[in-house]
């Protein structure tokens, strides 16, 4: 409605063009659409538009105490910058958490035997804690010193 007073306002109109779904591409079933939705949710929750803009490294090297060498996952102290594996390891624990959530509340309405009603919920009940305790694991491998620095009130000198 506003595009047409803003075009007859204006003197400029859209071209027509006559674009027609293509025969051989059907609607998507909801199964379809519903793991496109996940797969774009966990490819945004990774940190892809970060991996894309900086390009880091996929895991960092850390020299232990004997001067050996070994790769390490996640990148200690630098809350704004991430490694491609800690962005896609981190990612795919907020999916499984939030798979836990949509299996717990697809339990209330499935129809099968009590045997299949328990084991969903203790499927749901397994992610959904798994995963914000492995990110919470993460999280203070990231930043060991976490809930210390919260409540620090003056500058480390």
Known sequence: MVLRHVFS?????PPELDIT?????????SNTMF?????????????????IINSP??????????????????????????????????????LLTSS???????????TSTKMGKMLMIGLGITFSLVGP???????????PSYLEDIFLTESRG
Do not use: C
């Not at 793991?35 to 945004?44: G, V």
């Not at 996952?73 to 594996?85: E, R, S």
């Open 21 to 29: 779904w293509p025969s051989w591409l059907g609607v998507p079933s």
């Open 35 to 51: 793991i496109l939705s996940l797969i774009i949710y966990y490819i945004s929750v990774s940190g892809i538009t970060y991996d």
């Open 100 to 110: 836990g959530l949509m299996i717990l509340d697809q339990s209330n309405y499935i």
């Open 57 to 94: 490294p996929a895991f960092g090297v850390e020299n232990d105490g004997f001067g050996n060498s070994r790769p390490v996952a996640i990148l200690k102290w630098q809350l704004n910058q991430q490694y491609i594996v800690e962005g896609f390891t981190a990612g795919f624990m907020m």
């Open 9 to 13: 306002a204006t003197s400029l109109h």
């Open 133 to 143: 305790f492995a990110t919470y694991t993460f999280f203070k491998i990231k930043w």
